[in-house]
């Protein structure tokens, strides 16, 4: 049997080598940011947008929210 592709298992809604679907009190953990403060990012197009699973539930792809932290963590330090 040959491996899913990212682009695959993300259509598919399946786990892969690249992650899983990660609910609110996942990305919560991940991210150390609370409930409201990730959704306030995701309107404000700063956090990756989630997707909707279902009809009542919705899931960030788990390699995007790994990405966006590499991604924070190469910017630095944010300054007011």
Same mark, same amino acid.
């Given at each position: %049997? @040959? +491996?899913? @592709?990212?682009? =695959?298992?993300?259509?598919?809604? +399946?786990?892969?080598?690249?992650?899983?679907? #990660?609910?609110? /009190?996942? !990305? %919560?953990?991940?991210?150390? #940011?609370?409930?409201?403060?990730?959704?306030? %990012? !995701? +309107? +404000?197009? @700063? !956090? /990756?947008?989630?997707?909707? #699973? =279902?009809?009542?539930?919705?899931?960030?792809?788990?390699?995007?929210?790994?990405?966006? %932290?590499?991604?924070?963590?190469? !910017?630095? /330090?944010?300054?007011?």
């Amino acid at each position: %049997m @040959t +491996a899913m @592709t990212l682009a =695959t298992a993300r259509q598919r809604g +399946a786990a892969s080598s690249g992650g899983r679907f #990660l609910r609110v /009190p996942d !990305v %919560m953990k991940t991210t150390g #940011l609370g409930r409201s403060t990730i959704y306030r %990012m !995701v +309107a +404000a197009g @700063t !956090v /990756p947008q989630q997707v909707k #699973l =279902t009809v009542q539930a919705s899931g960030w792809w788990q390699a995007d929210i790994d990405d966006w %932290m590499r991604e924070r963590l190469a !910017v630095g /330090p944010l300054r007011s």
